[in-house]
């Protein structure tokens, strides 16, 4: 079923001190147009020049994520990206007036609250990426790793273990993006007590409050030193616990801060571009390594994008033709029917699949020392594929043939061996008229594209 993009109806503010500058920031979250992207606007800048939310532009994971093009930054966006994770916002231009977002509770939970309503689609289909294969990446110095595997659509899981008494080993995990909004958007950013004063002192959280972070009290500290921090952050007290958390604070859930790793995971997830079809188990995650595999992801993408894609082929799934209705469209006969099975066709495209084996009669005469399948045999195997489709627009296909006219612009780019499966592809270059089927054919083995071709055909009744 096709899913089409998704934009939001109207244009929503928000307002709140940046967690790192501890500017006022005013951000306005704002619809835009298909195949548009979620991208920032700095409107307090000359030209209010635009920056793209991709992981590309990545330029600073410290304390936050931050994008930077052609000198326009914004920082600290993991969590409005999360948001839009989460409603399956795919367009998007945030017109902000600060250099950061701003941190409202720590959380994702007022974006995506406000916005939850006001997701629409859009007369266009979304792309996602699809995972084929198991993708890893580490990072040994931060003992961090992320594994995407294949799946039929999105899921994550994460681990955390900072070595806390106060924390321990902590875990948290999504099924599905429908969980995002409830299940990981309300879970607020975390910080360590004994971290804020240096934090501090190096010209960050200069927005940072009790109130927008869990502080985690890892071991018993003197009156003086809470004393201490709350004059950092302009309180007149805060309370003093033996460990724990400062203030007395009550968690949203007991496992609060690994759903807001998941949470910082999700919204680095969205500088991919595009969703994603798989599952995503991460162990230590921080935004270096999940930045560092949005990167990685969006190579894996412009590398398949420059190259043919290989039809989907599952050999459990019971074909659309097997060998004997195959028989009953296509006069040709073993040894020269060289389709095996049909597994999908619409109006337009035919897929079939030709498994080699080494009984195959030509391998006597074609390198027997050395057994390859004959390119001109491949070609015929790709029409005789091409032939169902050709023939289902007829009544009786039984009273009708194909013949080439024509084949044009033909490579053969890997050789095919006994064990090969070959899958094939034909989709039609032009509407058939007159009984004249043009199509591009492709034939591939795995992943890999073997031979291609230009075909004319043309259906004629039988004598």
Do not use: W
Request: charged letters at 20%; a neutral charge; aromatic letters at 6%.
């Amino acid at each position: 079923m096709q899913v089409n993009q998704r934009t939001i109806k109207e244009e929503v503010t928000f307002s709140g001190k940046g967690l790192h500058t501890g500017l006022l920031v005013e951000m306005s979250i704002c619809p835009a147009a298909a195949n548009h992207g979620v991208k920032f606007q700095r409107i307090d800048l000359e030209g209010q020049p635009v920056v793209s939310a991709i992981a590309d532009y990545v330029t600073d994971t410290s304390r936050g994520t931050t994008v930077e093009h052609n000198g326009v930054k914004v920082s600290t966006i993991e969590h409005v990206m999360a948001a839009l994770f989460g409603l399956g916002i795919d367009n998007a231009l945030i017109r902000i007036n600060a250099p950061e977002t701003p941190i409202m509770d720590g959380s994702a939970l007022a974006y995506a609250e406000k916005m939850k309503h006001l997701a629409q689609e859009q007369p266009a289909p979304r792309a996602y990426f699809e995972v084929q294969e198991k993708i890893v990446l580490r990072n040994e110095k931060k003992n961090a790793e992320i594994t995407l595997y294949p799946d039929d659509h999105f899921s994550a899981s994460v681990n955390i273990d900072f070595g806390s008494r106060v924390l321990g080993y902590q875990y948290a995990s999504i099924s599905s993006v429908d969980e995002i909004l409830t299940e990981v958007a309300p879970c607020r950013t975390f910080v360590f007590f004994h971290e804020l004063e240096f934090l501090r002192q190096n010209n960050l959280i200069k927005g940072g409050d009790v109130d927008n972070a869990i502080v985690i009290v890892e071991q018993e500290v003197t009156q003086g030193d809470v004393d201490r921090v709350a004059h950092l952050f302009n309180k007149p007290s805060i309370a003093r616990l033996p460990e724990g958390y400062l203030n007395n604070l009550e968690l949203r859930f007991a496992n609060e801060p690994a759903r807001h790793k998941l949470l910082d995971l999700l919204g680095d997830l969205m500088l991919v571009g595009m969703p994603i079809k798989g599952k995503i188990i991460a162990a230590r995650p921080g935004h270096q390594i999940n930045t560092g595999f949005a990167k990685e992801l969006r190579k894996i993408i412009k590398k398949q994008s420059g190259k043919p894609a290989a039809p989907h082929y599952n050999p459990n799934e019971p074909p659309l033709y097997d060998i004997n209705q195959i028989k009953k469209v296509l006069p040709h006969r073993p040894p020269f029917l060289l389709v095996d099975k049909i597994v999908r066709m619409d109006a337009e495209s035919v897929v079939g699949v030709k498994n080699v084996t080494m009984n195959e009669p030509f391998f006597v005469g074609h390198f027997p020392g050395e057994p390859v399948m004959p390119g001109v045999l491949i070609i015929e195997a790709m029409a005789q594929c091409g032939g169902i489709l050709a023939l289902s627009t007829v009544p009786d296909p039984e009273h009708y043939s194909t013949y080439f006219l024509k084949i044009e612009r033909t490579k053969f780019k890997k050789m095919v061996v006994p064990g090969d499966t070959l899958v094939f592809i034909l989709q039609l270059a032009d509407p058939i008229r007159r009984g004249l089927v043009h199509m591009l054919a492709q034939a591939f083995v795995g992943s890999t594209l073997v031979a291609e071709g230009d075909l004319l055909a043309q259906i004629t009744k039988n004598r």
